[in-house]
């Protein structure tokens, strides 16, 4: 079992930056990938960037490559988003995830979920 809490969401405004951690106990952390997701208001949840166990490995949505950046810590037992460049699309619940080593990009990979931490920007 892996319990993930997220922090960091708030009201912004558009340009801002903004940066989302998730913290991690139980199991190993570095045996799982990590991903973040979000959920947009009446939306399907939809994946924004993920890491693999290493850190060596990142992948990311295209809607956000470039002002985006994930991160992890595994000493910590944490990863981060880093969000550059705000826009108001990108107002939704995030949600951090733990699964395969290599991370992957649907959600249907990830079997351990944190409870979100919403993120709302206005222009």
């Known amino acids: 079992q892996v319990r993930l809490v997220e922090s960091g969401g708030g009201l912004m405004q558009a340009g801002d930056s903004l940066r989302l951690s998730c913290a991690a106990s139980?199991?190993?952390?570095?045996?799982?990938?990590m991903g973040w997701f979000r959920q947009p208001p009446g939306q399907e949840r939809e994946f924004v960037a993920a890491?693999?166990?290493?850190?060596?490995?990142?992948f990311y949505a295209h809607s956000v490559k470039g002002r985006f950046t994930i991160s992890r810590d595994n000493a910590k037992n944490t990863v981060s988003l880093q969000m550059n460049s705000l826009k108001p699309e990108v107002t939704a619940a995030y949600y951090c995830?733990?699964?395969?080593?290599?991370?992957?990009?649907?959600?249907?990979?990830?079997?351990?979920w944190g409870q979100g931490t919403q993120v709302t920007v206005s222009s």
């Open positions: 995830a733990a699964g395969p080593p290599n991370a992957g990009v649907a959600v249907t990979q990830y079997s351990y």
């Open positions: 890491i693999n166990w290493s850190g060596g490995s990142t």
């Open positions: 139980g199991r190993t952390f570095s045996a799982y990938g």
